[in-house]
């Protein structure tokens, strides 16, 4: 069930999949900007209110494993939204990375999970928590 969740599609060739027996709560929003961007979340899954999967530039995916709950105001995302570049070279230091959560994890209010991050099967990420590495089961 989807109550009011919001849904920005800026791209081609992108997709959201959403599972079975799912509730997206009220203020939760999907972002999908570039091309070939992939949202898959899995069986069973919740999310309370107030949270954003974003998934930026080419071939970006988040992918979230069956019987996960997302409490309120978290923010999953692949990119940093913006470029850095290195002064000296001029080449381009921040690309985008896949997120993946495995299945029956658990994410606490005003979590943050940042680019190239896994999250191990049952894992717990705590309230005000920002993941920038891989958390093991």
Known sequence: MLNHVKV????NGNSIKIGNNCYI???CSIWLEGNNVTVTIGDR???????????????????IGADCM?????????????LIYDIQTGKRMNY???VSIGEHVWIAPEAKIMKGCTIGDGAIIGSNAVVTKDVPR
């Open 8 to 11: 920005r599609i800026v791209g």
């Open 25 to 27: 709560g009220k203020g």
């Open 70 to 82: 997302f409490s309120h105001h978290i923010n999953v995302r692949t990119s940093d939204s913006h």
């Open 96 to 98: 985008a990375k896949n």
């Open 45 to 63: 899954c919740t999310f309370t209110h107030d949270t954003q999967l974003c998934a930026q530039e080419d071939n970006s995916q988040i992918s």
